[in-house]
């Protein structure tokens, strides 16, 4: 709470009283606070990747050059960090224009289980890697939906890329679509069998920088956004967003998305 006094001159009077605001700062003391920590994550995540390029950079310049197998694996580790580096400001900015509404989206009628199959093909590389498989499930006879397609792929590509991170080898996933009633949209899920989360992580997974074990996550190339981009976009479609997981046992996170109500309505 803030407490302003203004005393009220009258003339010749002197003082005669006092006009006491008060006002609440919480919510704008809460905004200033996250918007400060966000800063402060996002030096240090940059700071990170550029003290390690700089590091190597500097052992070939003293003489690792010399040898050529230390040195091709110092300039792999320089480049793995610069593309950390790019990753994670492609990612920053993205948000930064979610954030600001500068995305409008560009909605389509969208058939759901074409686009989900197209997710598991692009896909199909990584999971036959580790030997995960991946099933499509999509209610018969479930409308079209009405979204933006290039926005919900990265949605998906986040949800499905974090389920292959965190299952171990011959582990499942499965996409389901199905149809929910009033209101009327379509529930998207991504299921795995991986290694869950903590309940005690799993109020602050959908917030920038958080991660669970930040050197798995580092170790597996993320840059701790993917939750929170996927969030924005999908409340920008008007939906909503949840995680549930039991550890050792998986993760589920399903969102919703509006329903192309026939005769090209939105539901
Ligand atoms: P990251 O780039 O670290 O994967 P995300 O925002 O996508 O960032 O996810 C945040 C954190 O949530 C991850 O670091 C991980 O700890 C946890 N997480 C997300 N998805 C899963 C999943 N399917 N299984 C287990 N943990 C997950």
Not at 30 to 38: A, D, N, T
Not at 101 to 106: E, H, K, S, V
Not at 165 to 194: C, F, H, M, N, R
Request: glycine fraction near 6%; avoid cysteine; aromatic fraction near 4%.
């Amino acid at each position: 709470l803030r407490v302003t006094f203004t005393p009220i001159h009258r003339r010749d009077k002197g003082i005669t009283g006092t006009i006491a605001v008060l006002q609440d700062v919480t919510e704008q003391e809460k905004l200033e606070h996250s918007r400060r920590q966000f800063v402060a994550n996002v030096s240090h995540e940059l700071r990170t990747p550029l003290t390690t390029i700089k590091s190597y950079a500097e052992a070939l310049n003293d003489g690792a050059l010399e040898e050529r197998e230390l040195s091709e694996r110092f300039v792999g580790v320089i480049s793995n960090e610069t593309e950390r580096m790019i990753r994670l400001v492609t990612d920053l900015l993205h948000l930064s224009r979610l954030d600001s509404n500068q995305a409008p989206l560009r909605r389509r009628q969208t058939n759901v289980h074409d686009m989900l199959d197209e997710v598991a093909d692009r896909f199909s590389f990584q999971l036959r890697q580790k030997s995960i498989k991946a099933t499509v499930r999509v209610d018969s006879g479930l409308q079209d939906a009405w979204l933006d397609r290039d926005q919900i792929d990265q949605v998906l590509d986040n949800l499905i890329s974090n389920a292959i991170k965190y299952t171990l080898d011959g582990g499942k996933i499965e996409l389901t679509a199905k149809k929910q009633q009033s209101p009327a949209t379509i529930a998207i899920s991504v299921k795995d069998t991986g290694i869950g989360i903590p309940k005690k992580d799993l109020s602050r997974i959908f917030d920038r920088f958080y991660r669970v074990d930040k050197a798995r996550s580092r170790n597996m190339g993320g840059t701790g956004l993917g939750l929170s981009i996927a969030r924005e976009i999908v409340k920008a479609h008007g939906g909503s967003i949840a995680l549930d997981s039991e550890l050792n046992e998986g993760t589920t996170v399903t969102f919703t998305l509006p329903l192309l109500q026939e005769g090209g309505e939105i539901a």
